[in-house]
């Protein structure tokens, strides 16, 4: 759940860069890109700011279904209300489905919440029954503090904004726009809040690359960055710093906290073996989400330069 906040971006609006991967094309057309149950953090801020991501490991889903997929025939929201400060706090949300032989294996949802904050939540139910066809129930399935309604979540008008069924096949199909409106025209949720909202980004004050020289050869190698964040609410819950050569290789540096950083330094980080490519790699993009699903990206050159203090690159040898 979070507002996307984009800071100092040199960035058209159609190619923002929000996930962990930069789309050179505008996403909802023909296929969107989901990943089902299991996915980290790193994946769902992917869908902030309205934008799905595209990572490696991600599903690419049909939309409209194709011969064979998974399809949703009908869907509808349970609870028109719901308080996040009394249990489950969760939305209902009944689908019926049918899927090919291999059976329902996930359903997901994405929901949007008001402006200002524009926050966004990602949920899934994973299913192991082998059921083809029927109608299920979902509600309070995943409670991952991130990902779902919680205490900081902004009160008012949320909509549903996504859906996506998949099987044990990997074939799955999304539902986005005017499709989602065909299928839950009575898409939307109110949110009642009478706690401590966080509808505030945190903020990156500094960077650090703490290995400006990492060999692949050694024995547990890996590229570390620090970044001095502050929040202030929730706490910042991940943190990315993405890097790239001349070549356009990439390396993300990452990092899922254990705590709420609320005034401190996050280090990110990623592992380095003899299948990483050499060369000079230089960051392009740093991405901060709180525990309420704020999130802020710096991606312009000066900006980064400012905050790294000129240091901006790091070598990866043999």
């Given at each position: ?16 860069d929000?996930?962990?991967?930069r ?10 890109t ?9 994946y ?23 011969t ?6 009908e869907?509808?929201i349970?609870?028109p209300?719901?308080n996040?400060?009394k ?13 090919g032989?291999?059976?329902l ?6 929901l949007?919440?008001?402006?200002p904050?524009?926050?966004f ?12 066809s ?16 919680n ?8 909509t ?15 539902y986005?726009?005017a ?6 025209p ?28 990492v ?9 570390r ?11 910042v ?5 993405q ?18 950083v ?10 380095i ?7 000079t790699?230089?960051?392009?993009q ?11 990206t710096?991606d312009?050159?000066?900006t ?5 203090g ?9």
């Amino acid at each position: 759940m979070g507002r996307c906040e984009l800071v100092a971006t040199d960035l058209a609006p159609h190619r923002r860069d929000v996930g962990l991967l930069r789309r050179k094309q505008p996403i909802h057309q023909g296929k969107i890109t989901m990943r089902p149950a299991f996915a980290r953090l790193s994946y769902s801020i992917g869908v902030l700011c309205g934008v799905a991501l595209a990572a490696s490991a991600a599903t690419a889903c049909d939309s409209p279904p194709q011969t064979g997929d998974p399809f949703i025939a009908e869907a509808s929201i349970l609870t028109p209300t719901v308080n996040v400060g009394k249990p489950p706090g969760q939305p209902a949300i009944e689908v019926t489905f049918r899927t090919g032989p291999s059976g329902l294996h996930y359903i997901e949802y994405q929901l949007q919440g008001p402006s200002p904050s524009n926050q966004f939540v990602y949920s899934y139910a994973y299913f192991e029954n082998g059921l083809t066809s029927g109608r299920t129930e979902i509600q309070a399935f995943y409670t991952a503090p991130q990902q779902s309604l919680n205490v900081y979540s902004a009160p008012g008008t949320w909509t549903l904004s996504g859906l996506a069924i998949g099987d044990n096949d990997g074939n799955c199909t999304s539902y986005g726009s005017a499709a989602l409106t065909k299928l839950v025209p009575h898409a939307t949720i109110e949110v009642v809040n009478t706690g401590t909202p966080d509808t505030e980004a945190p903020k990156i004050t500094g960077a650090k690359i703490l290995t400006p020289t990492v060999s692949r050869s050694a024995a547990n190698a890996w590229v570390r960055v620090n970044l001095a964040v502050t929040d202030n609410l929730s706490g910042v819950a991940y943190a990315v710093a993405q890097f790239d050569t001349a070549g356009s290789n990439n390396l993300n540096t990452d990092a899922n906290t254990t705590y709420p950083v609320r005034d401190g330094v996050v280090t990110t980080a990623a592992s380095i073996d003899a299948s990483t490519v050499k060369g000079t790699y230089k960051v392009y993009q740093l991405y901060v989400c709180d525990y309420a699903y704020n999130c802020v990206t710096i991606d312009k050159p000066s900006t980064l330069y400012t905050l790294f203090g000129g240091k901006t690159t790091f070598q990866i040898t043999e």
